[in-house]
Nanobody, 116 residues
Framework: QVQLVESEGGLVQPGGSLRLFCEASGSIGSINAMGWYRQAPGKERELVARIIDGKSTTYGDSVKGRFTITRSNAKSTVYLQMNMLKPEDTGVYYC??????????WGQGTQVTVSS
């Protein structure tokens, strides 16, 4: 089992920056991928960024060049640096962790609102 706790999101003006982090506990050694997903009102949950084995990264098309995902050396924390935020980045951001081939754990979600 893996437990995930996300940092608080917040209200940010367009063009601003925000960093989220997510701390994992439990069976940390079994985690082979961590990532961030988001869900806007009325929309499906979508991939924001994912990091596999602490090295290989994947980003959603809408955030490429603006967001960066990293993972701590201890592999217990994943960070999401969000720059040049846009109103369409607004949503609930969820941290995820994968163990094995297809076993996922989720955080409780944190609200990010980009608005002037």
């Amino acid at each position: 089992q893996v437990q995930l706790v996300e940092s608080e999101g917040g209200l940010v003006q367009p063009g601003g920056s925000l960093r989220l982090f997510c701390e994992a506990s439990g069976s940390i050694g079994s985690i082979n991928a961590m990532g961030w997903y988001r869900q806007a009102p009325g929309k499906e949950r979508e991939l924001v960024a994912r990091i596999i084995d602490g090295k290989s990264t994947t980003y959603g098309d809408s955030v490429k060049g603006r967001f960066t995902i990293t993972r701590s050396n201890a592999k217990s924390t994943v960070y999401l640096q969000m720059n040049m935020l846009k109103p369409e980045d607004t949503g609930v951001y969820y941290c995820s962790a994968r163990t094995g081939v297809n076993s996922y754990f989720w955080g409780q979600g944190t609200q990010v609102t980009v608005s002037s």
